[in-house]
């Protein structure tokens, strides 16, 4: 089993940035695709990015891609999202999760945290 918990959210000007962080317990993540999620009030969880084990795949979601970047630290049994130039429509809880194969961009994953707040005002 794995447990993953979010932290780092928070309320942000638009154009600004922060980092979350997902710290993993149970067992070691290295053998876990990783990714990050997020639900805005009314819609359906979206894919935000995903990094595989090895770090030899990364992949963001095209709202995304040139603002966030995921990272992962092993040792530490933790992943990250940098998020810069935010957004009003970045506003969300943002949700990581662990899968045991391939990472993919639906939400078939084992393992989820129970998420953290990001709010971006104009």
């Known amino acids: 089993q794995v447990q993953l918990v979010e932290s780092g959210g928070g309320l942000v000007q638009a154009g600004g940035s922060l980092r979350l962080s997902c710290a993993a317990s149970g067992r070691n993540i290295r053998n876990n695709c990783m990714g990050w999620f997020r639900q805005a009030p009314g819609k359906e969880r979206e894919y935000v990015a995903t990094?595989?084990?090895?770090?030899?795949?990364?992949n963001y979601a095209d709202s995304v891609k040139g603002r966030f970047t995921i990272s992962r630290d092993n040792a530490q049994n933790t992943v990250y999202l940098q998020m810069n130039s935010l957004k009003p429509e970045d506003t969300a809880v943002y949700y990581c999760?662990?899968?045991?194969?391939?990472?993919?961009?639906?939400?078939?994953?084992?393992?989820w945290g129970p998420g953290t707040q990001v709010t971006v005002s104009s």
């Open positions: 990094i595989s084990r090895s770090e030899y795949s990364i």
């Open positions: 999760a662990a899968r045991r194969s391939l990472c993919v961009r639906t939400n078939d994953y084992e393992y």
